[in-house]
T-cell receptor, first 116, second 112 residues
Framework: DVKVTQSSRYLVKRTGEKVFLECVQD?????MFWYRQDPGLGLRLIYF???????EKGDIPEGYSVSREKKERFSLILESASTNQTSMYLC???????????????FGPGTRLTVL | QKEVEQDPGPLSVPEGAIVSLNCTYS??????FMWYRQYSRKGPELLMY????GNKEDGRFTAQVDKSSKYISLFIRDSQPSDSATYLC????????????FGTGTRLQVFP
């Protein structure tokens, strides 16, 4: 079974703090993703990575950065947290497209971040 | 207009009912269609995966794709309280790109 773990289930931070969200997958997947999920807006892609040290912006990258130093680990960084970044953050991973057409993304349990 | 539209619900049904969940989409290039189930305070988990038009059945779940109408459905037979969750549809254009486009999710509640 694919296992995607996230470092915290719940996190409370103050405005202006630097926040690190960690994600680790154990299936040797090439691709990793960070989403945020908000009521009425669904899942929105923040950043994704197809390989170590590679990253690409998703639909809402402003205010976020990412780091992928090892294949199994993908970190999301909020440089200076703001209240509008209060949300559920979900990490996902998948194998390289083209290996199996039925491959899709597998999600972690999420981190509920509150910025006060 | 969003690429994928999904009624947010909530949808409340009695145990044993047949449930129909739906999504419409605007981009005819979508070919791969998925349904995810998300329990409260958990991450989404893949439930069904279909390619192009047609039906796919897995136990009490049937996924249906009608590309001509740009409409996908998930049917749940003999619904159980344990089916209470949010159901998200997702789709992608081809298998050599892994960017998924998600619906906003439909919250389903099955009461005993």
């Amino acid at each position: 079974d694919v296992k995607v773990t996230q470092s915290s289930r719940y996190l409370v931070k103050r405005t202006g703090e630097k926040v690190f969200l960690e994600c680790v997958q154990d299936m040797d997947h090439e691709n990793m993703f960070w989403y945020r999920q908000d009521p009425g807006l669904g899942l929105r892609l923040i950043y994704f990575s197809y390989d170590v040290k590679m990253k690409e912006k998703g639909d809402i990258p402003e205010g976020y950065s990412v780091s992928r130093e090892k294949k199994e680990r993908f970190s999301l960084i909020l440089e200076s947290a703001s209240t509008n970044q209060t949300s559920m953050y979900l990490c996902a991973s998948s194998s390289m497209p083209g290996t199996k057409t039925t491959d899709t993304q597998y999600f972690g349990p999420g981190t509920r971040l509150t910025v006060l | 207009q969003k690429e994928v539209e999904q009624d947010p619900g909530p949808l409340s049904v009695p145990e044993g009912a047949i449930v129909s969940l739906n999504c419409t989409y605007s981009n005819s290039a979508f070919q791969y269609f998925m349904w995810y189930r998300q329990y409260s305070r958990k991450g989404p988990e893949l439930l069904m995966y279909t390619y192009s038009s047609g039906n796919k059945e897995d136990g009490r779940f049937t996924a249906q794709v009608d590309k001509s109408s740009k409409y996908i459905s998930l049917f749940i037979r003999d619904s159980q309280p344990s089916d209470s969750a949010t159901y998200l549809c997702a789709m992608r254009r081809s298998y050599n790109t892994d960017k998924l486009i998600f619906g906003t999710g439909t919250r389903l509640q099955v009461f005993p």
